[in-house]
């Protein structure tokens, strides 16, 4: 068990495939805490659409019972025990420490996100207005990620690091779930504030696809809704090119239909490829609803997967990650990966070869340290040297103590 005194933040995790919601809990939650369960102070859940959202949150709390506890759907986990995409998947982070904040909001939508993130961003502030960084999860269906962001920093300013992921189904782009104080709702959203000052984060992003073929050009767009590309509507623009009916499904194009916008070279440098990655979760008859705000003018490629890449700038992440830490392990990692990159991309070997080539050098003496991951729509991640969302990418948030 952690031994560093309890005025700091410790981190402790654990995942499990039960199937019975409440006997799943309970065991992430002795395997995480062991004797020490009701000491807890805040309870994070990724979680699978095949479990009660509600009794999910209930048993933490009644294990817990001063703990603060939250929950998010996803399309898959990631522990320090593994991966796991099933329907019937859990994976806990559990804290310990006063050092943290949580705030909150419902019906939160593209239309509101800037609003609705400053709304919690001010609440969080008032809670701990020494937060070093923030963990955001929101509904990754109709919100546009880049006005969650500038709604943060509109209370916190731009030098606050934002990691984190949007929820997901099971690739169907119909729901997710998000679960806080005992209820469970559609389009909701939350953040935690760490303030403790003794702790740092590091994020980095990196996705392995190659952009192909002439570009879709954003012909009408206003906010994150596309109207049309190429002057004709956007659906059906969209799909023809994925070589799909029109009457396909976000479930049917998400797979398939990695959207890339060209980077600066500085910070394609940086990302180790020239294009950022985007992914439409929803679609309103022709209008298609995009994961950012998408000006008229944008040029966006159709892609490909590069496995070999894949590998190789996976390796190339951590070992920066790693490097930057000059010998000190993490005491906790967040990871939020793209659902496509799950089993829709590779094989249960192959996909369990990637987690253990990502969690190694992370891990001291065989022993990987507590980690909280989820298979979403999308993740947030620094990228030159600012607050990013990403699509498509694994996205790995190390946090390590000063000292």
Wanted: with cysteine.
């Amino acid at each position: 068990m952690n031994t560093k005194p309890l005025t700091m933040l410790n981190f402790y995790s654990a995942s499990t495939r039960i199937v019975n919601t409440r006997r799943g809990i309970t065991e992430c939650m002795e395997s995480a805490l062991g004797n020490d369960i009701a000491d807890c102070d805040l309870v994070m859940i990724h979680a699978s659409l095949g479990h009660d959202f509600k009794e999910l949150i209930d048993g933490a709390q009644q294990l817990a019972p001063r703990a603060k506890v939250v929950a998010a759907s996803c399309c898959g986990i990631v522990g320090k025990e593994g991966v796991s995409e099933t329907m019937k998947d859990i994976a806990i982070m559990a804290i310990k420490g006063k050092e943290l904040g949580l705030s909150w909001v419902n019906e939160i939508y593209g239309k509101n996100s800037y609003e609705k993130a400053k709304e919690m961003a001010e609440d969080l502030y008032r809670q701990q207005p020494g937060t070093r960084f923030i963990y955001f999860l929101a509904s990754g269906i109709d919100i546009a990620n880049d006005q969650c962001i500038a709604g943060i920093e509109s209370v916190f300013g731009p030098d606050v690091t934002i990691f984190g992921a949007t929820s997901a189904d099971n690739m169907k782009g119909v729901v997710s779930y998000h679960a806080v104080e005992g209820q469970v709702y559609e389009h909701a959203a939350f953040m935690i504030g760490f303030a403790d000052p003794d702790l740092e984060v590091s994020t980095q992003a990196t996705h392995g696809f190659l952009a192909i073929g002439e570009p879709l050009v954003v012909t009408r767009s206003e906010g994150h809704y596309i109207y049309e590309l190429n002057g004709k509507p956007a659906w059906t623009e969209f799909t023809q090119r994925l070589g799909l009916p029109a009457t396909a499904t976000c479930g049917d194009s998400i797979p398939i239909g990695a959207l890339a916008e060209k980077l600066s070279p500085d910070l394609a440098k940086e990302y180790g490829n020239d294009h950022i990655l985007r992914v439409v979760t929803r679609h309103e008859g022709d209008t298609m609803l995009y994961a950012t705000t998408c000006e008229p003018g944008t040029q966006l490629w159709l892609t490909v997967r590069d496995e070999p890449l894949i590998f190789n700038e996976m390796d190339r992440m951590v070992k920066e990650m790693d490097g930057r830490m000059n010998g000190r392990k993490p005491v906790a990692v967040f990871h939020a990966d793209c659902l496509a990159r799950g089993r829709f991309l590779f094989n249960r070997v192959l996909k369990e070869e990637l987690v253990s080539r990502m969690q190694f050098p992370f891990s001291s003496n065989g022993n990987c340290p507590p980690w909280l991951g989820m298979y979403g729509f999308g993740e947030f991640a620094r990228l030159g040297g600012k607050n990013t969302y990403h699509n498509y990418t694994t996205a790995l948030y190390t946090i390590y103590r000063k000292s």
